[in-house]
Nanobody, 126 residues
Framework: QVQLVESGGGLVQAGGSLRLSCAASGRIFSYYAIGWFRQAPGKEREFVAATTWSGSSTNYADSVKGRFTISRDNAKNTVYLQMNSLKPEVTAVYYC???????????????????WGQGTQVTVSA
């Protein structure tokens, strides 16, 4: 059974940084890509960033380009999301998720990702 566990969330002041981790267990390489999504109170879940396990394809939401970086450590079955220059508007629960379909580019739609972690709260204070 494949599981995803997020960690690294917390409370940080505006301008600060956090690194989220998504640790995968089980046959995770049967899933082609890992994505990060976030959901703020009263809003829909939205795409943040994604990468294939091979690193052949990555993608970012326009709102985080230049400030967030997704990376992976295949030996640890872990995907990271480095978040810099944080702003209060990025406060949300952050989820990692896995996409099992082999496509040339990682996908951004929530519906494509069939396996989800439990989420980790990120709060940025002004």
């Amino acid at each position: 059974q494949v599981q995803l566990v997020e960690s690294g969330g917390g409370l940080v002041q505006a301008g600060g940084s956090l690194r989220l981790s998504c640790a995968a267990s089980g046959r995770i390489f049967s899933y082609y890509a890992i994505g990060w999504f976030r959901q703020a109170p009263g809003k829909e879940r939205e795409f943040v960033a994604a990468t294939t396990w091979s690193g052949s394809s990555t993608n970012y939401a326009d709102s985080v380009k230049g400030r967030f970086t997704i990376s992976r450590d295949n030996a640890k079955n872990t995907v990271y999301l480095q978040m810099n220059s944080l702003k209060p508007e990025v406060t949300a629960v952050y989820y990692c998720a896995a996409d099992s379909s082999r496509v040339s580019k990682v996908r951004v739609g929530v519906a494509w990702y069939g396996l989800w972690g439990q989420g980790t709260q990120v709060t940025v204070s002004a």
